[in-house]
């Protein structure tokens, strides 16, 4: 039995070809106008405003007896303070949106909850009173 020699051998050996990347340009896409917003800034601290200053105020917009808002109100504020602690996102008109950062648990059931809140934009308070003051708490 003879054996082949190399040179009788009819291997192909292929050489890889990589092609140059092709960059094809985007279709003519709008173009988008970035926002620049102002950095944030120190709010000097409000007075601190408790639930019957709240309801007072709350009355004198709506122009609702005391007596038919406080059970409404104090219904809401328990509904908000619920969807908050479960970490619930709410987006509440003329308010805007509140979000939880996070959540420390101080025990027995206390917790101190980071929130954030973006406000509405301009012109949301149409036809609702007064727009709120930036920077100053209760408008």
């Known amino acids: 039995m003879s054996r082949k020699s190399k040179s009788d051998d009819k291997t192909?050996?292929?050489k890889t070809i990589v092609p140059d990347p092709v960059?094809?340009?985007l279709p003519d896409a709008p173009k988008v106008k970035t926002k620049?917003?102002?950095p944030a800034v120190a709010v000097t601290q409000g007075d601190v405003v408790k639930k019957p200053e709240f309801i007072d105020r709350a009355v004198e917009k709506s122009g609702v007896k005391k007596r038919d808002a406080k059970p409404a109100i104090e219904a809401?504020?328990?509904v908000l303070a619920e969807a908050?602690?479960?970490g619930e996102e709410l987006n509440l008109a003329?308010?805007?949106k509140l979000r939880v950062l996070k959540s420390k648990d101080l025990g027995e059931g206390a917790q101190v909850?980071?929130?954030k809140l973006r406000t509405m934009k301009d012109g949301a308070w149409q036809g609702v009173g007064t727009p709120p003051v930036p920077g100053k708490v209760g408008g």
Do not use: E, F
Request: no cysteine.
């Open 84 to 86: 908050l602690v479960k």
């Open 12 to 14: 192909v050996k292929l």
């Open 113 to 115: 909850l980071t929130l």
């Open 36 to 38: 620049l917003a102002k």
């Open 94 to 96: 003329l308010m805007g």
């Open 23 to 25: 960059i094809t340009p």
């Open 76 to 78: 809401a504020l328990a």
